[in-house]
């Protein structure tokens, strides 16, 4: 009979060892995850002053082809101080942090190797050290979702710290 009882007492204290365990570890875990992100849209043609970024949208233009939209975006980039772009520190390189927004699709990112206004392609060296310029990202999509969408926008999330604001444009 007292082994009977002794099997029940012991379940519930193995359970709740591994339940504080499992908390403690949780916490411990997800103590220095990134903070929220606070979505701003704004308008093209007008300067966003940001965390150690200026910028400006100054155009957007949507081409089709048969199946797929190229989406070209002129934006006017200037640096004012060292940033953590792509969750590394002292990365400049801004490109990690733009994409074409389409909800209920998947996030488009810009081609790799983006051009400026004379169609001189962008080095990674230009990205890292220029403090001003005027890249010009290629996104390409699907034709049908873009189409479908109404709220479709380019997205650019900049880093303060360990908070997040998502600079958005609507491109309807």
């Known amino acids: 009979m007292m082994k009977s009882n002794k099997i029940p007492i012991l379940f519930f204290i193995v359970t709740l060892m591994l339940s504080v365990t499992f908390v403690i570890s949780y916490n ?70 733009v994409w074409l927004n389409i909800p209920y699709s998947n996030q488009v990112h810009p081609e790799p190797f983006p051009t400026d206004e004379l169609g001189h392609r962008v080095t990674f060296h230009d990205i890292q050290n220029k403090k001003d310029m005027k890249p010009i990202l290629k996104f390409q999509t699907d034709k049908k979702q873009l189409d479908k969408s109404k709220n479709a926008r380019v997205s650019f999330m900049i880093p303060n710290g360990k908070h997040y604001t998502k600079y958005s444009l609507l491109i309807n």
């Open 28 to 97: 411990r875990i997800n103590a220095d995850t990134r903070g929220p992100v606070k979505e701003v849209m704004f308008s093209a043609n007008k300067l966003v002053k940001a965390h150690n970024i200026n910028f400006e949208i100054l155009d957007v233009k949507k081409t089709n082809t048969n199946d797929t939209t190229e989406v070209a975006v002129l934006m006017h980039v200037v640096r004012t101080g060292n940033s953590n772009f792509g969750f590394k520190a002292n990365n400049n390189n801004f490109i990690e942090n």
